[in-house]
């Protein structure tokens, strides 16, 4: 049974910074398949930062030079360090792992039947 654990969410004010982590357990496919998704108040989930394979990092342009992905895959965990926070920011954020997909040549993480953590609340005031 797979089960991924966030933790570090809290209130901060904007310009602010917080970290994000999350372990999984029970999962096979490494820290090199697991990302980051948000969702807002009266918004639907959108894919904050997301490795999409060994090499790839993937990022939603509203947080690009602000946020940071990191991994162990010793510890099939990720980490979302998130510095300059805005209001913007405010969300459930939900660490996700994803499922390996062929591709002709290699492989790569597809978050379509994603296991998804509990979620954790990051609130920015302004």
């Known amino acids: 049974q797979v089960q991924l654990v966030e933790s570090g969410g809290g209130s901060v004010q904007s310009g602010g910074s917080l970290r994000l982590s999350c372990e999984g357990s029970?999962?096979?496919?490494?820290?090199?398949?697991m990302g980051w998704f948000r969702q807002g108040p009266g918004k639907v989930r959108e894919a904050v930062a997301r490795?999409?394979?060994?090499?790839?990092?993937l990022y939603a342009d509203s947080v690009k030079d602000r946020f940071t992905i990191s991994r162990d895959n010793g510890k099939n965990a990720v980490y979302l360090q998130m510095n300059d926070l805005k209001p913007g920011d405010t969300a459930t954020y939900y660490c996700?792992?994803?499922?390996?997909?062929?591709?002709?040549?290699?492989?790569?993480?597809?978050?379509?039947?994603?296991?998804w953590g509990q979620g954790t609340q990051v609130t920015v005031s302004s």
């Open positions: 490795y999409t394979s060994a090499d790839l990092t």
């Open positions: 029970g999962y096979t496919y490494g820290a090199d398949c």
């Open positions: 996700a792992a994803g499922q390996w997909r062929p591709l002709l040549y290699g492989r790569y993480c597809s978050y379509d039947d994603a296991y």
